[in-house]
């Protein structure tokens, strides 16, 4: 697999701006909806979340994520969406640098917020894209998967 997800993918997720991240930590569940700017060549979200927020805290044990973005359609043929899995972290250094800037010149009513920026570097991605056919999906991963 290419060390990068394939353009529609990446035009897709510049496309859009919200994602919902799903957590765990206690067998418990949850899910959460952020605004999100994407770094091409990191292949990272970047969104902003307190660090005393339920999503964020449940990463504290388990730093492997998931979360989808869609279209919103009633038209089955237009219907486009992604399934993500990755590793989130505190940008530091250079990445946070350049996480913020991207983040505020997407959001600039950030400014105005005292928050904390967070990156999910993805390790997987599942497409679908019902323009392409009915239930048409397109894999990128860097995960190894064990038989």
Known sequence: M???????????INSHHVLTLATSKNNQPWCANCFYVYLEKENCFVFT???????IGDTEEQNMVAGSVVLETKVIGKIQGIQFRGKIYRPEK????????AYLKRF????????????????YIKMTDNRLGFGKKIVWSEEVRSK
């Open 2 to 12: 290419s060390k990068h997800p394939e353009k529609r993918m990446v035009e897709f």
């Open 94 to 101: 250079e990445l946070m640098k350049k996480s913020k800037k």
């Open 49 to 55: 979340s307190d660090p005393d927020t339920k999503h």
């Open 108 to 123: 600039p009513v950030a400014m105005l917020m005292k928050t904390t920026l967070w990156i999910v570097r993805l390790t």
